[in-house]
């Protein structure tokens, strides 16, 4: 058994047309007949009408008379070059005057015909311009359905808005005293189903004179399914039949309304007896309908003009408080209340990183939390909106009404840093013009069983609750989303310039620096190595008697000793940061060993244990690498040396994609209020006074490690220090 959802009926090749309407159809190169309405037979005199395919009209000038020596045939080799568009004619026909509109679809020609309707009470307004003078959007449907009414005068006439899902409600309404009204009421979107809508925003007047009507098939000789979407005549599906007869009516007209291209609704016409309306009337009927959607557009626009230059003094005002603080977040955190208002939200969140501040109404930080871990793992746009999270997600996250709808706004999503605002859900009620839900029938089609949808029996007003949904975010809610984001972009490139601008100029110092370091280092040495050997004379020259003086002249060689120590850690500062470096695989182990050996002598400490446990290979460069380690292992040595039993232990491990090492001692420690200079150049442990040291080593390895692709860090208590060195793994 075959369903037949109404979205997939093909009412674009219905294989007939209405009774009012008479068609032939000639091949648009050769002008011969290919297919044609049985009822031509009925206003034309033809014994055989399956003798006319593959004929032309010209081959029975007795019979088609009028219709070869109307204008439009006549041109029917200029005018039908472009596709769709119709042209229209009046003939006559034994002194009865006949519409005559032809159009040109998919190499075919249709000729249209239907009987001129003389109505002498006919009223027309020809006040073009009323449109364009009123204050409001209701105004303009309204007095379109007052001129309509007079134009086709039907007994209820309607404005018909899609929503965004495709579902309908009437905003306007023009009835008989004797009739309920519709207006506000909804319409679920299978009462127009998308090819229908697709086919309204093509064909865009439309009208079924009589739903109880024969309708008369179209003879082709192929058999082949002819497409009638421009068709005046075309044919309408059984189940809109049936639902206009639901509706106790028997006769439909409609005229869509375009705005900038997009169906936005329909004018909807309906008469509880059948009823024609003419070609003429029709057409003028499409001429005041597109008249009312020019004057909406323009009302829209200047409407939306105004509020996009009320949106940008307050965004230029809002830019002016960013641009106070240094930083992006402090702008957010500062001005949050006038950011949750430029979506006319409850309540926001900002995200940086770990923080998260709010205002307003939102959600506790946990289920700001899980919203952001979830917006993470499902969503790959920067922005994402929905006024129905708390229905989709409220179980999965343990929402509440305070979170119904969200738009999130990834500012930077590598940071995780995140604004989220929030409505809170809306008791929404719906009032369905009948109950919407689909009922489904079995009918018999050809011999064949099939389910389709049955258009439902009563439009009596159905209330329908929904929960879980805020109000909608409309137009202006995303205009104003973007204004924010293209604010936060402005700030962020404002402060990117700023830094990079304090960086060139801290570059260049460094780099003046550096070289004043290297310069100082190299070309000091010297002096110093003359001063230290004529102190060193100078002292050989004095008897025993003179040990005050002695005394001076050693302290002299002892700065001058501490001096060149100083200026050679700085210059390999200087080198550990421009020296070029050549990153292989190496092993420590014997590195080790030998700067421990020569660590002992140095800080005459021949008794430390030292433990040297496993010593994986390592990525760095080799001098560097012993440059890192003489430095961490000698100050372990070396702060340690006053202990009673001086113990470093030396320990690597190979953690994923990299190998730790770790160097630990009994030492004095290192006090946590030290902890933020201690990568610092010159800087030194208050308690580490009584040691000899410039404050350079440690300053050295962490620009090492960084050069390397590493890390370098520490941990410390009273018992002692650990300093973890971090390497890539070869």
Not at 44 to 51: P, V, W
Not at 132 to 154: A, F, H, R
Not at 261 to 283: A, F, M
Not at 505 to 531: A, C, Q, R, W
């Amino acid at each position: 058994m075959n369903f037949v959802e109404c979205h997939e009926e093909p009412i674009h090749i219905p294989g007939y047309i209405q009774s009012f309407g008479y068609l032939i159809g000639i091949d648009a190169e050769s002008h011969s007949i290919t297919f044609f309405s049985k009822n031509i037979e009925d206003i034309f005199k033809i014994e055989n009408i399956e003798l006319l395919f593959d004929k032309k009209l010209t081959d029975f000038p007795e019979v088609f008379g009028s219709v070869i020596n109307s204008d439009i045939y006549k041109s029917l080799p200029e005018f039908t070059r472009r596709d769709n568009e119709t042209f229209f004619d009046k003939i006559f026909l034994e002194d009865k005057q006949y519409h005559l509109s032809a159009f040109r679809s998919k190499g075919n020609i249709f000729l249209e015909l239907e009987k001129v309707i003389v109505n002498p009470n006919k009223q027309i307004s020809n006040k073009y311009d009323n449109f364009y003078i009123v204050e409001n959007e209701q105004e303009i449907w309204d007095q379109l359905l007052n001129i309509l009414s007079k134009i086709v005068n039907y007994d209820r006439m309607m404005v018909y808005k899609f929503m965004m899902d495709g579902s309908g409600k009437v905003v306007a309404e023009k009835t008989n005293d004797n009739l309920e009204s519709y207006l506000g009421l909804h319409y679920p979107e299978s009462d127009i189903p998308i090819q229908a809508r697709e086919l309204y925003l093509k064909k865009r007047k439309r009208t079924f004179s009589n739903v109880h009507s024969e309708t008369v098939p179209l003879l082709s000789k192929t058999h082949e399914n002819i497409d009638l979407t421009y068709s005046t005549s075309r044919g309408m599906s059984p189940i809109h039949g049936q639902y206009i007869k639901n509706s106790g009516a028997s006769s439909s007209f409609s005229v869509s309304i375009i705005i900038d291209d997009y169906l936005w609704g329909l004018v909807t016409c309906q008469n509880s007896e059948p009823k024609h309306i003419d070609l003429e009337d029709r057409v003028q009927a499409g001429i005041f309908t597109a008249l009312a959607s020019n004057a909406y557009s323009s009302f829209k626009s200047k409407n939306e003009l105004n509020y996009r230059l009320e949106l940008n003094d307050r965004a230029s005002r809002l830019k002016a408080e960013f641009l106070k603080y240094n930083s992006l977040f402090d702008s957010l955190i500062e001005n949050k209340a006038e950011i949750r208002n430029f979506l006319d939200a409850d309540g926001l969140a900002v995200v940086a990183e770990e923080k998260i501040v709010t205002d307003g109404t939102t959600p506790d930080v946990s289920a700001i939390e899980r919203i952001t871990k979830w917006a993470h793992e499902n969503t790959e746009d920067s922005i994402y909106l929905s006024r129905s999270f708390l229905r989709d997600f409220g179980k999965e996250l343990d929402l509440d009404n305070k979170s119904a709808g969200v738009v999130i706004y990834f500012v930077e999503r590598s940071k995780n840093n995140v604004l989220i605002w929030f409505r809170k859900e809306f008791d929404e009620h719906i009032d369905w013009a009948g109950n919407p839900q689909k009922k489904i029938e079995t009918v018999y089609q050809n011999g064949e069983q099939k389910q389709m949808v049955s258009p439902r029996t009563s439009f009596k007003i159905f209330t329908e609750d929904i929960k879980g949904n805020s109000k909608r975010w409309n137009s202006r809610n995303i205009v104003a989303l973007q204004a924010v984001r293209d604010l936060i972009l402005e700030t962020s490139h404002k402060n990117y310039n700023t830094i990079k601008r304090l960086n060139d100029e801290l570059k260049k110092v460094n780099e003046e620096l550096d070289s004043f370091s290297y310069t100082i280092s190299h070309d000091l040495g010297t002096p110093l190595t003359v001063m230290k050997l004529n102190a060193q004379m100078l002292l050989k020259t004095l008897n025993d008697e003179s040990e005050k003086s002695k005394n001076k002249i050693n302290s002299i060689i002892e700065e001058i000793d501490n001096m060149a120590e100083m200026m050679h850690d700085v210059l390999q500062l200087s080198r550990a940061k421009h020296s070029e470096i050549q990153l292989e695989s190496l092993e420590t182990y014997q590195t080790i060993e030998k700067i421990i050996e020569n660590a002992k002598i140095t800080f005459g400490t021949p008794d430390s244990e030292v433990v040297i446990k496993d010593c994986p290979e390592v990525l760095a460069d080799k001098t560097m690498l012993h440059q890192a380690f003489l430095n961490i292992i000698n100050n372990a040595i070396k702060y340690s040396s006053q202990q009673e039993k001086p113990r470093v232990e030396i320990e690597g491990t190979e953690e994923g994609d990299h190998v730790i090492y770790r160097i630990s001692d009994n030492g004095i420690g290192i006090p946590q209020e030290n902890k933020h200079k201690m990568f610092k150049i010159f800087n030194r442990m208050d308690n580490a006074k009584k040691f000899k040291g410039n404050g350079v080593g440690l300053s050295i390895v962490h620009r090492i490690m960084k050069r390397i692709g590493g890390n370098v860090d520490y941990e410390s208590s009273k018992e002692g220090t650990t300093f973890i060195l971090t390497f890539k793994k070869p």
